[in-house]
């Protein structure tokens, strides 16, 4: 029989380790397992602007704060991400669609080893907007509570830099993606 501070112990790790599991999930705390489930925050839900800045794949310094005015795409991925590989012609497809409207694209490389693998990724694909080069994560830090854990994760933030929509796994389809920027473009606040 476990007794005193080890059966507090024991009864806190089985709490925790039954917190996010895809019986019950973390009821109203808003965690999304990483299997293309949306996520929508309302207006008033919302938190401060997210904090993302670095260099680029080829070198360039870029920081999202720079964006504030447009709704703005973060899509996070890897070369070696099988289902970054699968979604990137759809997200290139997306950002062509949004050609002179008041939206960026951008991406976060968080795992290749190189910017050379991460560059030859884009140009292999026809990634002509910017992505940052992260393999250490760090720039996730500053999504807040919504900074994804794994490639790939998209963000969809509203024209003050704040975090509007969440799709933590792959995209589920261009039509979601798309429905998701559409309806941050004509929010009011």
């Given amino acids: 029989?476990?007794?005193?501070?080890?059966a507090g112990a024991v009864a806190l790790v089985l709490l925790l380790m039954t917190a996010c599991s895809d019986i019950g999930g973390t009821g109203d705390l808003e965690y999304v397992s990483g299997d293309g489930q949306v996520l929508e925050i309302a207006l008033d839900k919302r938190e401060s602007a997210v904090d993302v800045s670095g260099d680029t794949v080829q070198g360039e310094?870029?920081?999202?704060?720079?964006?504030?005015?447009?709704?703005?795409?973060?899509?996070?991925?890897w070369s070696g991400c099988g289902p970054c590989r699968t979604e990137m012609p759809m997200l290139v497809e997306a950002e062509a669609s949004y050609d002179?409207?008041?939206?960026?694209?951008?991406?976060?490389?968080?795992r290749d080893l190189a910017p050379e693998n991460a560059a030859a990724f884009e140009k292999d694909r026809g990634v002509d907007y910017p992505s940052l080069y992260d393999?250490?994560?760090?720039?996730?830090?500053g999504m807040g509570s919504y900074a994804p854990y794994s490639p790939p994760a998209t963000l969809v933030l509203d024209r003050?830099?704040?975090?509007?929509?969440?799709?933590?796994?792959?995209?589920?389809?261009?039509?979601?993606?798309?429905?998701?920027?559409?309806?941050t473009l004509a929010e009011d606040g």
Avoid at 61 to 77: E, F, K, M, S, Y
Avoid at 100 to 110: E, K, L, M, P, T
Avoid at 135 to 141: A, K, V
Avoid at 164 to 179: E, R, V
């Fill in 1 to 6: 029989m476990i007794r005193g501070a080890r």
């Fill in 61 to 77: 310094p870029l920081d999202v704060a720079d964006l504030r005015g447009q709704v703005v795409v973060i899509n996070v991925w």
């Fill in 100 to 110: 002179g409207q008041d939206v960026a694209f951008v991406g976060i490389n968080i």
């Fill in 135 to 141: 393999p250490g994560s760090e720039t996730l830090l």
């Fill in 160 to 183: 003050k830099g704040r975090v509007a929509a969440l799709i933590n796994g792959p995209i589920p389809s261009k039509s979601t993606l798309t429905t998701l920027v559409d309806d």
